[in-house]
């Protein structure tokens, strides 16, 4: 597994990282959960990413891969959702991260991400200065900031950052143009979420209300196929290897599916002619869809 610069944290990461969400669903059996969280380290992924907001996700970690800490760079979310704060307050921001540390039974947050909050919460002016606090403390590494549009705009030019997370995929091109260069310029780390444009292409029908639906329609519009017919592959590979990325993260609660992504990984980037399709393909509706939060 090909390991990179997580911009100028020092951190290093695969280029393949994991996403956590599906740790956190009790529909996964503790057992299923560790033993998918063993083949991701084995197989030499050295990011996971999880989030207050994934249930049972940071606690799973902690307690079923304790021993194995030292193999990966931790990263998580914190901002919202603590009884009785207000979210994305000083104290909220701090409580989330002393509960992070508290599930995940570590004594730092390699990357600690305000997640996706608004451009008029970052402009308040309460919730960085208690991340940093944070970092300044020991319970935090890097300071990094989760989102899309005019807030990513915002944090990537503030100087509070070391890191982003921001949706890129197929569908959703808009970032790696308008943004991620500026970042890489300033030496940030770089974590694309969403790779897989959350497998839209699996519905025959409009998957109405669901989680899938705005990239459905994006794919539907845009009228374009995998030249292999590999839809995984194709997409994984197209936000792994854009340019100023330094990790792509996928979720997944099955071990077939975290083969197909380490086996799509093993094929390097994708050849000219195939980015360009589908560069050619988003350029007609790019200011038109702006990154999904």
Same mark, same amino acid.
């Given at each position: 597994?090909?390991?990179?610069?997580?911009?100028?944290?020092?951190?290093?990461?695969?280029?393949? =990282?994991?996403? #956590?969400?599906?740790?956190? +669903?009790?529909? *996964?059996? &503790?057992?299923?959960?560790? $033993?998918? %969280?063993?083949?991701?380290?084995?197989?030499?992924?050295?990011?996971?990413?999880?989030?207050?907001?994934?249930?049972?996700?940071?606690?799973?970690?902690?307690?079923?891969?304790?021993?194995?800490?030292?193999?990966?760079?931790?990263?998580?979310?914190?901002?919202?959702?603590?009884?009785?704060?207000?979210?994305?307050?000083?104290?909220?921001?701090?409580?989330?991260?002393?509960?992070?540390?508290?599930?995940?039974?570590?004594?730092?947050?390699?990357?600690?991400?305000?997640?996706?909050?608004?451009?008029?919460?970052?402009?308040?002016?309460?919730?960085?200065?208690?991340?940093?606090?944070?970092?300044?403390?020991?319970?935090?590494?890097?300071?990094?900031?989760?989102?899309?549009?005019?807030?990513?705009?915002?944090?990537?030019?503030? =100087?509070?950052? #070391?890191?982003?997370?921001? +949706?890129?995929? *197929?569908? &959703?091109?808009?970032?790696? $143009?308008? %943004?991620?260069?500026?970042?890489?310029?300033?030496?940030?780390?770089?974590?694309?979420?969403?790779?897989?444009?959350?497998?839209?292409?699996?519905?025959?029908?409009?998957?109405?209300?669901?989680?899938?639906?705005?990239?459905?329609?994006?794919?539907?519009?845009?009228?374009?196929?995998?030249?292999?017919?590999?839809?995984?592959?194709?997409?994984?590979?197209?936000?792994?290897?854009?340019?100023?990325?330094?990790?792509?993260?996928?979720?997944?609660?099955?071990?077939?599916?975290?083969?197909?992504?380490?086996?799509?990984?093993?094929?390097?980037?994708?050849?000219?002619?195939?980015?360009?399709?589908?560069?050619?393909?988003?350029?007609?509706?790019?200011?038109?869809?702006?990154?999904?939060?």
């Amino acid at each position: 597994m090909e390991q990179r610069a997580l911009g100028s944290t020092g951190l290093a990461v695969s280029a393949l =990282g994991f996403g #956590a969400g599906h740790i956190g +669903s009790p529909d *996964l059996s &503790d057992r299923e959960a560790a $033993g998918l %969280l063993g083949t991701v380290l084995d197989a030499g992924v050295s990011l996971i990413d999880t989030a207050r907001g994934y249930g049972l996700s940071e606690e799973r970690i902690g307690r079923l891969i304790p021993g194995r800490r030292s193999e990966f760079v931790l990263s998580t979310k914190v901002g919202y959702d603590v009884p009785g704060l207000a979210d994305w307050s000083s104290e909220a921001v701090l409580a989330g991260v002393d509960r992070a540390l508290s599930q995940l039974q570590t004594d730092v947050l390699d990357v600690c991400f305000l997640h996706s909050c608004s451009l008029e919460v970052l402009e308040a002016g309460e919730a960085i200065p208690a991340l940093h606090a944070a970092q300044q403390a020991g319970k935090v590494r890097v300071c990094g900031y989760s989102g899309e549009g005019a807030a990513l705009r915002w944090a990537i030019g503030s =100087g509070a950052f #070391a890191a982003i997370q921001t +949706s890129v995929n *197929l569908a &959703d091109q808009w970032t790696l $143009g308008a %943004l991620i260069p500026q970042a890489a310029e300033a030496g940030l780390g770089i974590i694309a979420k969403r790779p897989l444009a959350n497998a839209a292409w699996r519905f025959a029908d409009r998957p109405a209300g669901q989680y899938e639906e705005p990239y459905w329609e994006r794919l539907r519009t845009m009228a374009l196929e995998p030249a292999d017919g590999d839809w995984t592959g194709t997409a994984l590979r197209y936000s792994a290897f854009a340019p100023g990325v330094s990790t792509a993260i996928v979720g997944t609660s099955s071990r077939a599916h975290l083969h197909a992504a380490l086996a799509a990984m093993g094929e390097g980037p994708l050849p000219d002619v195939e980015l360009d399709r589908w560069r050619a393909a988003f350029a007609p509706h790019e200011a038109d869809w702006p990154g999904l939060i």
